[in-house]
T-cell receptor, first 110, second 114 residues
Framework: SQQGEEDPQALSIQEGENATMNCSYK?????LQWYRQNSGRGLVHLIL?????REKHSGRLRVTLDTSKKSSSLLITASRAADTASYFC??????????FGQGTTLQVKP | ETGVTQSPTHLIKTRGQQVTLRCSSQ?????VSWYQQALGQGPQFIFQ???????GRGNFPPRFSGLQFPNYSSELNVNALELDDSALYLC?????????????FGEGSRLTVL
């Protein structure tokens, strides 16, 4: 079963614009991670935010976490055509297993 | 490149057949997780192996089984294949309770069941 739900399911923007994706989850977590997947390929880890953190940055990525609302957001600034991919949030609870959401498909038009 | 390799990359089977998928984990990683990803869906957790023993299982029937070897490589076996088993099977390695909890994924094995 999926733990997280991403919103929107699909997003289309122009190069240079910012892209925001949201993730909601159901149970308590130790950390939340975001992964990227190019079409039909393996997933690549982007960023991890721990349950006691509220915001984290990595290059053009900004992640926020609100544990009271059980939600997270991923912001990609100044998007590029190469950012076109599917983005997944994944949560780790006490079981230590990483459970993924359904993903947001991002298309960045040149 | 993550250092996790999977084979084969693509394969076609018919209903009722059996399949074995293989995964070599990243050097130094002692934990392997397997995921099934249907088209347009997120990866679904199948099971995890730590030091050659199954350490947690998702909602998959017993015909999905696995092995982990002393060198931490792993196999996923699926018996009595069904049409719904068609998916991308992803292997990911990690250090048990490592510093980041990050998973390192291979490129996947795409299974088509006819």
């Amino acid at each position: 079963s999926q733990q997280g739900e991403e919103d929107p399911q699909a997003l289309s923007i122009q190069e240079g614009e910012n892209a925001t994706m949201n993730c909601s989850y159901k149970t308590s977590i130790n950390n939340l991670q975001w992964y990227r997947q190019n079409s039909g390929r393996g997933l690549v880890h982007l960023i991890l935010i721990r349950s006691n953190e509220r915001e984290k940055h990595s290059g053009r990525l900004r992640v926020t976490l609100d544990t009271s609302k059980k939600s997270s957001s991923l912001l990609i600034t100044a998007s590029r055509a190469a950012d076109t991919a599917s983005y997944f949030c994944a949560t780790t609870g006490n079981t230590g297993k990483l459970i993924f959401g359904q993903g947001t498909t991002l298309q960045v038009k040149p | 490149e993550t250092g996790v390799t999977q084979s084969p990359t693509h394969l076609i089977k018919t209903r009722g057949q059996q399949v074995t998928l293989r995964c070599s984990s990243q050097s130094g990683h002692n934990t392997v997780s397997w995921y099934q990803q249907a088209l347009g869906q997120g990866p679904q957790f199948i099971f995890q192996y730590y030091r050659e023993e199954e350490n947690g299982r998702g909602n998959f029937p017993p015909r999905f089984s696995g092995l982990q070897f002393p060198n931490y490589s792993s196999e996923l076996n699926v018996n009595a294949l069904e049409l719904d088993d068609s998916a991308l099977y992803l292997c990911a390695s990690s250090l048990w309770w490592g510093n980041t909890g990050e998973l390192f994924f291979g490129e996947g094995s795409r299974l088509t069941v006819l």
